[in-house]
């Protein structure tokens, strides 16, 4: 049986007290994602991890999803079939949706390869019932040789010698975005020019002013 498959019955969704929109009035606060995707080793979460810190050094409440750090604790019983994958992402994208309803600045970092995965996610914040959540897709666009010459952790390494079945770019496809709300090319862009970039974007959007 699929992940997906809704086993539960009799659920029905509590209301609360507050509308998002009195929340996020009354906290001076807008919620949004901004979901990283590109190769391993592209910038994702060396960039999101500087974005948080000048949101947070702003007094704007931002978080981050990464990752390795997601599969330690949320998604441990996943794996990297292209099933177990798909529901990574899925996971992923219900609890950065709920971080953005919050009046957070979720911030995503993970490979997210398959574009059908990453328009579910998107799906699942443009079409939330109680109306639209900003999803802003940024693309870390870095040349994979690029990205293999850096290899902070050894994966691609480990792939290359034959360790590490199924790696993106190297066995398994990475699908960049069509339409993506942002492109970053981290091979000639500074971190700092990045998350310039990024910034920009969540005013253009109306996420933050000033
Ligand atoms: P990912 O999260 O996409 O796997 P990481 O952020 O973990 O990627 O790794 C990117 C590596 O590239 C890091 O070692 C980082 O220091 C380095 N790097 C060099 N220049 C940049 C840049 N302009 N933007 C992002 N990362 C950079």
């Not at 996971?91 to 398959?114: H, M, N, Q, W």
């Not at 952790?153 to 010698?161: D, E, N, Q, S």
């Not at 496809?173 to 998350?195: F, G, I």
Request: aromatic content about 8%; overall charge neutral; hydrophobic content about 35%.
């Amino acid at each position: 049986m699929s992940h997906t498959h809704t086993k539960s019955t009799n659920i029905h969704w509590h209301q609360g007290a507050f509308s998002r929109d009195e929340r996020w009035k009354a906290l001076s606060a807008k919620g949004a994602t901004l979901w990283f995707t590109g190769l391993s080793a592209s910038g994702k979460s060396t960039i999101a991890s500087a974005l948080e810190q000048t949101l947070i050094n702003a007094g704007l409440n931002s978080y981050r999803l990464d990752g390795d750090n997601i599969r330690f604790g949320l998604n441990k019983n996943l794996g990297f079939s292209a099933e177990d994958r798909a529901e990574n992402i899925r996971r992923i994208g219900e609890v950065a949706k709920l971080f953005a309803d919050s009046g957070c600045i979720a911030l995503t970092s993970f490979i997210s390869p398959y574009r059908k995965d990453r328009d579910l996610c998107r799906e699942l914040h443009e079409k939330d019932k109680a109306g639209a959540i900003p999803f802003l897709e940024v693309y870390c666009d870095t040349p994979i040789d690029i990205c293999e010459q850096r290899d902070p952790k050894g994966l691609y390494k480990k792939a290359r010698a034959g360790e590490l079945k199924g790696f993106t770019g190297i066995d398994d496809p990475y699908e960049a975005p069509q339409n993506p709300e942002l492109v970053l090319k981290p091979a000639t862009m500074s971190v700092d020019d990045c998350v310039r970039a990024c910034l920009d974007l969540l005013r253009a959007k109306g996420v933050i002013s000033g």
